[in-house]
């Protein structure tokens, strides 16, 4: 029988080695933690397309109207949007002619699509 002394690699993590393992644990972790999160962006990403096919497939055989296919995809507010509802916040616009401006907006988006989709 062999002893430990003759074997090429020691058994043993001697105090020094023990920063090095620790190090080299800490750094697979990191590794996991950045794998699985690039994992789960790409699972959301492809989601995201795929629900964003199905409305547009109900838009494209007139299900839906494109309006409502931009509110369900939760497309962004604009700029202007956001300002609308800055000076609601601060009193210095009412509802209702904010309820006006964006409704005259939006209605003026949709003629815009209609007449690039007729073109």
């Given at each position: 029988?062999?002893?430990?002394?003759?074997?090429p690699?020691p058994?043993?993590?001697?105090?020094?080695?023990?920063?090095?393992?620790?190090f080299?644990?800490?750094?697979?972790?990191?590794g996991?933690?950045v794998?699985?999160a690039?994992l789960r962006?790409?699972?959301?990403?492809?989601?995201?397309e795929?629900?964003?096919?199905?409305?547009?497939?109900?838009?494209?055989?007139?299900?839906?109207?494109?309006?409502d296919?931009?509110?369900?995809m939760?497309?962004?507010?604009?700029?202007?949007?956001?300002?609308?509802a800055?000076?609601v916040?601060?009193g210095?616009?009412?509802?209702?002619k904010a309820?006006?401006?964006l409704?005259?907006?939006?209605?003026?988006r949709?003629?815009?699509?209609?007449?690039?989709v007729?073109?």
């Amino acid at each position: 029988m062999t002893s430990t002394a003759d074997l090429p690699i020691p058994l043993t993590i001697g105090a020094d080695d023990r920063e090095l393992v620790a190090f080299m644990a800490l750094l697979a972790l990191i590794g996991l933690w950045v794998v699985f999160a690039n994992l789960r962006k790409m699972y959301q990403t492809r989601q995201r397309e795929k629900t964003r096919r199905e409305i547009a497939a109900y838009v494209a055989e007139g299900s839906i109207s494109p309006a409502d296919a931009r509110t369900m995809m939760g497309s962004e507010e604009s700029e202007f949007e956001k300002k609308i509802a800055d000076a609601v916040a601060w009193g210095m616009l009412s509802s209702k002619k904010a309820e006006q401006l964006l409704r005259a907006m939006r209605e003026d988006r949709e003629s815009r699509e209609r007449g690039r989709v007729g073109a």
